[in-house]
């Protein structure tokens, strides 16, 4: 049996032959073939993941076997039909494709579809159509719990049974259920279809096969949003200062090494250890990498989560790599995690940057599984509804870095508000390679230059020439909470407090 390492490789082996050979299979009209010979002897798939992402419109391809998670995802156009069964995360953030699957389909299938059409004739896991915003998904066969969760558009027709929570959170869209249905839950209303709706919905299905019968229900948003509140993130990085290991200190004249690069080969090197994020992109001449959800440029990484993976193939293209939000996206287990990197890794450009996404809380895991699946960067969101404090982080984040981590692949973390020099410096001494933070509204470059002589200012004091020797060392906690929670020696005591050292 093949290993995990096998797949992944075989799974990237395919899809980089893939553009290629849909040229040739556009030119000629005809169907690409995954699965067979030459000759047209069967050669079933086993377990290959995120094979054929980003399909462009008019290719046609037909599989068969087994495939893992995100197959045909990020679809813009083609045709895709597989016999046999697929793993989760069937066609997850469909922007277009045709897909078609003759059997059993995992969890989340349609995952953030917006447009489009997949039909599975044999039933799926949980949470089919969840995030989805637009496009058809048909399920012939029972579906497990959450069909359509959290869906705001888009059509979803199951004839089958479905398990509880249907529609759970959804904002709108409808689920049309020709079999069993249980109560759904709140914010959620089932209703029958009128005669309008029923004649047009089937005039879409066009398949005789898959007709909707007059006494099916559906269940539509009744307009209700709730949100649970969780707690913030409690003080910021004040109640620490940086203090010198000697009594050397540089010229404030000195030129500082502050560059930290980014992934091994070619390499993506942030001027100062601080990678902005501004959501919508950088209007201006700035000349610094960001972190961005909308218009990456080539030096900016773009973050994937559950509201933009529908264009996650035009995004990672023009972008020096990618960071995966997974508190967004429902749970990846390993193989998922492979799929959607196989997936993504083929569709940007050679020697994009892999950046994992994961609340503080979580940060062993994180660091893990990034160092497990080669990502670049691993990143730990400090407010991540656990409350957890700047300081109290500080040796959650190091200590694993330190732990789990290794050379190759570094640690970040994302703090909730605009840094200054000092929280980088603060970060950089606890084995935290940069920082992610939202800039200012405005003047974003008058704010990176500020901070850029700021911390060289830190550095010339501290008689260091590069942020590279900044260590805990150099920190103190100014009061007993501070130095409770993050091990730092305690300012005047000169050391850390006793229970650090207990067993």
């Given amino acids: 049996m093949a290993t995990i390492e096998e797949v992944v490789a075989s799974s990237m082996s395919i899809n980089s032959r893939l553009p290629a050979q849909l040229e040739k299979a556009l030119e000629r009209n005809i169907v690409l073939r995954i699965g067979w010979t030459t000759n047209g002897d069967p050669v079933p798939?086993?377990?290959?993941?995120?094979?054929?992402?980003?399909?462009?419109?008019?290719?046609?391809?037909?599989?068969?076997?087994?495939?893992?998670?995100?197959?045909?995802?990020?679809?813009?156009?083609?045709?895709?039909?597989?016999?046999g069964d697929v793993g989760s995360f069937l066609g997850a953030g469909n922007n277009g494709n045709k897909i078609t699957c003759e059997r059993t389909a995992g969890n989340c299938a349609g995952f953030g579809q917006k447009s489009g059409r997949i039909i599975i004739l044999d039933g799926t896991g949980d949470d089919a159509?969840?995030?989805?915003?637009?496009?058809?998904?048909?399920?012939?066969?029972?579906?497990?719990?959450?069909?359509?969760?959290?869906?705001?558009?888009?059509?979803?027709?199951?004839?089958?049974?479905?398990?509880?929570?249907?529609?759970?959170?959804?904002?709108?869209?409808?689920?049309i259920i020709n079999g069993r249905c249980p109560t759904p839950p709140p914010g959620v209303t089932l209703r029958t279809l009128d005669k309008d709706e029923l004649k047009k919905i089937n005039k879409e299905l066009g398949d005789e096969e898959l007709q909707v019968p007059a006494d099916a229900v559906c269940l539509v948003s009744d307009g209700t949003i709730s949100e649970g509140i969780m707690a913030d993130c409690r003080d910021d990085l004040s109640g620490?200062?940086?203090?010198?290991?000697?009594?050397?200190?540089?010229?404030?004249?000195?030129?500082?090494?502050?560059?930290?690069?980014l992934g091994e080969e070619d390499s993506l090197a942030l001027p100062i250890p601080l990678l902005p994020y501004v959501p919508k992109g950088v209007q201006d001449d700035l000349f610094h990498p960001c972190l961005v959800k909308e218009n990456p440029r080539d030096c900016d990484i773009v973050i994937i989560d559950s509201d933009n993976i529908a264009s996650a193939a035009d995004l990672i293209k023009s972008a020096a790599g990618f960071a995966i939000d997974l508190d967004s996206l429902p749970r990846l287990d390993g193989a998922a995690l492979d799929g959607l990197l196989v997936a993504l890794k083929c569709t940007a450009p050679a020697n994009s940057k892999v950046i994992l996404v994961r609340g503080v809380g979580q940060t062993a895991s994180l660091h893990t599984d990034s160092q497990h699946h080669g990502a670049d960067c691993a990143v730990s969101v400090l407010n991540d509804g656990s409350g957890i404090?700047?300081?109290?982080?500080?040796?959650?984040?190091?200590?694993?870095?330190?732990?789990?981590?290794?050379?190759?692949?570094?640690?970040?973390?994302?703090?909730?508000?605009?840094?200054?020099?000092?929280?980088?410096?603060?970060?950089?001494?606890?084995?935290?390679?940069?920082?992610?933070?939202?800039?200012?509204?405005?003047?974003?470059a008058g704010w990176i230059a500020q901070v850029t002589s700021?911390?060289?200012?830190?550095?010339?004091?501290?008689?260091?020439?590069?942020i590279d020797s900044l260590t805990r060392g150099n920190?103190?906690?100014?009061?007993?909470?501070?130095?409770?929670?993050?091990?730092?020696?305690?300012a005047g005591y000169d050391r850390p407090l006793p229970h650090w050292f207990a067993r």
Wanted: proline share 5%; aromatic share 4%; charged share 15%.
């Fill in 129 to 175: 159509g969840a995030r989805m915003s637009g496009g058809l998904l048909v399920i012939r066969g029972d579906s497990g719990i959450r069909i359509g969760g959290g869906m705001s558009g888009g059509d979803i027709v199951v004839h089958g049974d479905v398990g509880g929570d249907p529609g759970a959170g959804m904002t709108g869209g409808r689920i």
């Fill in 454 to 466: 700021g911390l060289s200012a830190h550095l010339n004091r501290l008689g260091l020439a590069s």
């Fill in 45 to 83: 798939k086993d377990g290959e993941m995120g094979l054929c992402p980003n399909l462009p419109a008019g290719s046609k391809v037909r599989s068969l076997g087994y495939l893992g998670s995100f197959t045909a995802a990020f679809g813009q156009g083609g045709s895709f039909t597989h016999q």
């Fill in 240 to 261: 620490i200062s940086i203090i010198p290991m000697t009594t050397n200190h540089n010229p404030s004249y000195s030129t500082c090494d502050t560059v930290v690069l």
């Fill in 475 to 490: 920190l103190r906690a100014f009061d007993q909470d501070t130095a409770a929670v993050s091990g730092l020696r305690l």
């Fill in 389 to 444: 404090s700047a300081a109290a982080s500080l040796p959650m984040v190091g200590r694993s870095a330190a732990t789990n981590l290794e050379d190759g692949t570094i640690a970040s973390m994302w703090i909730p508000w605009s840094a200054t020099s000092e929280d980088l410096a603060i970060l950089c001494a606890s084995n935290v390679a940069f920082t992610i933070c939202p800039a200012p509204d405005e003047n974003i």
